[in-house]
């Protein structure tokens, strides 16, 4: 099977936070995946999604090093140019924190796809880098924006990966930690 359809678009979209539990648009196909080269890490600010400007969230990017299990959603055929609009505002428009980027992925079936990829923007004011857990807990726990809670962001990620199998102990501490401070349950 060839990385990219005969068009020369990618097929596929990866998800390693919020893309995994919530594509925004209706996949014909879902399957766990890897990306290497890149690991997931809390490192941008959020000030929309999952924060404001006043009072930010801290959400996830993909930084350089290592490898990240996720999920990877096919694109669908008849509403492909839809769900690329919808993918680049939800992305892109909103904060311009991400950059996209085409890379080959690792489906679970053995199959090497190529799939857009949504890496943090390092130079982007947002980019927050690797903080200490203290500084984390406190973005997470004050952090609410246009699609909720930072805590209900991070416990969301952190179940999705249990569905797969994963476990990453840093996120873990993190909705633990953050979670037993507001009072909520653990995921």
């Known amino acids: 099977m060839t990385a990219r359809a005969r068009d020369g678009k990618p097929r596929w979209v990866f998800g390693y936070g919020s893309l995994m539990w919530n594509p925004g648009f209706d996949t014909p196909e879902t399957l766990p995946a890897r990306l290497h080269g890149w690991h997931r890490a809390f490192c941008i600010y959020s000030e929309h999604y999952r924060g ?6 801290l959400i996830l990017g993909l930084l350089p090093g290592g490898a990240c299990r996720g999920l990877a959603h096919r694109l669908p055929v008849k509403s492909y140019e839809a769900a690329r609009r919808y993918l680049w505002k939800r992305e892109i428009d909103n904060d311009g924190v991400y950059e996209e980027t085409i890379r080959a992925i690792e489906l679970a079936d053995g ?9 943090a923007d390092r130079a982007h004011r947002q980019f927050a880098g690797k903080l200490p857990m ?9 952090g609410h924006g246009a699609t909720g809670s930072n805590l209900e962001y991070v416990q969301n990620t952190v179940a999705h990966l249990r569905e797969l199998g994963l476990r990453d102990d840093t996120l873990e501490q993190l909705a633990r930690r953050a979670g037993a401070s507001s009072g909520r349950r653990r995921p």
């Open 52 to 57: 404001t400007p006043e009072k930010p969230g």
């Open 111 to 119: 199959r090497t796809v190529t799939a857009l990829v949504y890496l």
């Open 134 to 142: 203290r500084e984390s807990l406190r973005l997470v726990r004050q």
